[in-house]
């Protein structure tokens, strides 16, 4: 591999996983948002009145 | 698109300008590479690795002089009174981590292209060794905003921190102006503003500008929205604590006028304090 492959590699590569790393970062804290909310119950959990 | 949590108010937006920018970004971006790749013809003196050129400036720009001007500029707002807010606050610190991941690059390609044409991949240089304090400065920045505190103190605390970061700007701009280095100043335009290369090339080397400088508004956009999250959160969960400790309270003070008096108020039994149980 050249040096301008390896640099352009790199480069778009880097940019790549963190603007992925980001779009993973904000969604994650947007349920922890919803998840933290008073009186939402986390997914799978019974709804408050259900029998148990 | 947006998320939005009613009972708080707290609203991360997604805007469709910064999906615009994000596009047009990579869009850029994927000619940049073509016409640097492919199109653009190799240079008289440094051949094929004059295409290293096309990004390696337009990184450090952003590295450089974009992420200085956000950061920097929103930590004035912050601290002068009459704009204290923390929208700069975070603004700041999303343009700084975003600046460390291209300070981190723009030292990286300039290896790779230092290597062939100087002979080196590094060395002790003014230009590259201001950058490099550049990128400490930025993770010593970050690791400070890691250590907890109350909003209104982190944010001050780290508005100084950015400003004490900026010093370092001019310092790498003019490092090839006050010191004798190997890095070259200005060699694609100089002075005049007159340009030294082909059209194609011109072109390559002004689309390259956009397409980075585009990406970094986007990637500065989304981590912004992260840190509006983190504080929505941060801020919900106080709220969360300091209800369930008010509702302990009152249930403590009403077990203990309970059992004070001893005639209860009839509705309900009476809570037993924590422990109260022993006989």
Known sequence: MSYVDAGYSIALATLFVYAV??????????????MSEPGVEPEGAPAHGDPS | MSAMTPSTGTMTRRPRWLTVVGVLGVVAMGFTVWLGLWVTPPDEFQGNLARLLY????????????????????????????????????????SVEVGAVFAAL???TGALWGRPVWGVWWTWDARLTSTALLLLLEIGYLALRRVPAEP???????AVAALLIAIDIPIVHFSVDWWNTLHQGGTFIDPGFQIHASPSMSWTFLLGFIAFSLLFVWLLGVRYQVEVLQDAVGDQELEV??????????????????????TGTGVGAPVPSPGGDAP
């Open chain 2, 106 to 108: 723009t030292l990286v």
């Open chain 1, 21 to 34: 790393s980001l779009i993973l970062r904000r969604r994650r804290w947007e349920k922890a948002l919803q």
């Open chain 2, 55 to 94: 990004i390696h400036p337009a990184i450090a720009t952003v590295a450089l002089y974009w992420v200085g001007l956000v950061a920097a500029g929103g930590s004035l707002l912050y601290l002068w009174p009459r704009t204290r807010s923390l929208f700069w606050d975070r603004l700041a610190a999303a």
């Open chain 2, 152 to 158: 209104a103190i982190r944010a001050r605390r780290c």
């Open chain 2, 241 to 262: 604590s300091l209800s369930e400790r008010w509702s302990e309270d009152t249930e403590l003070v009403g077990a203990g006028a309970g059992t004070g008096t001893g």
